[in-house]
């Protein structure tokens, strides 16, 4: 059960010690205090966890400062939308505003190599206005005997470089504890100059300890990759363990999923998912197309299928992606055939746009007449 507050009720409020002093005659319940910091408004919430099903519902929803009542389903009691409209969606981080609503577009390597191909793509990113980045220093490999990522090493300098080129935020995938403190001390030890969006990767899509580690860091944003062999039901109550470690602050990567079905693609795109997510969560939507597609093949019609796998994502609404690219993909040490050249970025970019524009004229044209129809009115 969540109780929601009207705006005027503060944390410590009369209001929340009198629902505090009701909910003591119902024993095992525990309770938990929960903001969301909005755009318009602070929402403050009370998560009742344990035997809630004696707790009557009316003579809580009629005490002074509720505004609501919800009664959730078990499931995702942090990231749901519960059928609550006003509930903040989305955050920001260092600038980058991630919501349902926006796009934005995190781009580079697989994994940090030399630090002129890190700079080259920075400095390139830069130029064609994009300040988030991807590339990760700790790399979960198939095989022992590939490369492994440099680890903590070469942070320093993929931060200062960052800073130096603008980037405000990079996508860095974390494999255990020890990796979430080392990124924060040595972002610490450069003066911050940019950020770190913590990536779950789909290996870890249910390492609980994990999940609760980046949960319970409140700084970093959380990417959680989607398990390459789990339900989206699976996913959700994955990413309900980085929220209930306190860090509401996750986007759900759609990464496709591991099925003989999708061949020749590396996983079957499972990006029809976008709209589905965003229904039952707050949480933004982010599409990854190249671990998706794993390879650069056209079509006859011209385009990659990394573009075609995207705009199937971007058409649908989602609202980030991830994308692999390199200054010289055949030389890369991680990832290099499915990885875009500069030139072809530009070119990913320039479709996005069409695609984008697209969505928004889908929306625009029929959202209107949806809601009338759904509404009666
Ligand atoms: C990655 O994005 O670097 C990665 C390893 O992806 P995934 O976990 O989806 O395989
Ligand atoms: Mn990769």
Redesign the pocket.
Same mark, same amino acid.
């Given at each position: 059960m969540i109780i929601i507050f009207k705006t005027d009720v503060g944390p410590d409020g009369e209001e929340i010690t009198r629902i505090k002093e009701f909910l003591e005659n119902f024993p095992g319940v525990n309770l938990k205090l929960v903001e969301f910091e909005g755009e318009t408004r602070t929402v403050r919430e009370m998560h009742l966890i344990g035997p809630t099903h004696n707790i009557p519902e009316e003579v809580v929803g009629a005490m002074k400062g509720v505004e609501k009542v919800v009664r959730v389903s078990t499931k995702y009691r942090q990231i749901g939308r519960h059928d609550v409209n006003f509930v903040p969606v989305g955050f920001e981080y260092n600038g980058i505003k991630f919501d349902q609503d926006g796009l934005q577009v995190f781009a580079g390597p697989?994994a940090v190599d030399t630090p002129e191909n890190v700079e080259a793509t920075f400095k390139f990113l830069q130029s064609i206005g994009l300040t988030t980045a %991807?590339m &990760?220093a700790y790399?979960?490999r198939t095989s022992p005997y590939d490369f492994q990522g440099h680890g903590r090493e070469c942070l320093p300098w993929v931060f200062e470089l960052a800073g130096k080129y603008g980037i405000k935020a990079i996508a860095m995938?974390v494999l255990r504890e020890q990796h979430i403190d080392e990124i924060q001390e040595e972002l610490e030890k450069a003066g911050k100059p940019t950020g770190v969006v913590l990536?779950i &990767?789909? %290996?870890n899509a249910q390492n609980f300890e994990l999940l609760k580690q980046v949960g319970m860091q409140q700084e970093m944003p959380v990417l959680y990759?989607r398990g390459?062999g789990l339900t989206i039901e699976e996913s959700l109550n994955a990413c309900e363990y980085i929220a209930s470690g306190g860090n509401r602050n996750i986007i759900f990567c759609l %990464?496709g999923v591991k099925s003989q079905m999708g061949a020749p693609h590396r996983n079957l795109v499972d990006f029809a998912h976008v709209p589905v997510i965003q229904r039952l969560t707050r949480l933004p939507v982010c599409i990854?197309p190249s671990?998706s597609v794993g390879s650069k093949d056209y079509a006859p019609n011209g385009l990659m299928d990394i573009f075609h796998v995207a705009a199937q994502g971007v058409i649908a609404g989602a609202n980030m992606i991830?994308v692999e690219c390199h200054p010289e993909p055949e030389s890369a040490w991680c990832d290099g055939h499915q990885s875009l050249t500069f030139k072809e970025l530009e070119q990913f970019m320039q479709d996005v746009e069409i695609v984008q524009e697209a969505f928004r004229k889908r929306v625009e044209v029929f959202s209107q007449g949806l809601v009338k129809e759904m509404t009666g009115e």
């Open positions: 697989c %991807r &990760g790399k979960p995938e990536q &990767g789909t %290996r990759k390459m %990464r990854d671990h991830l």
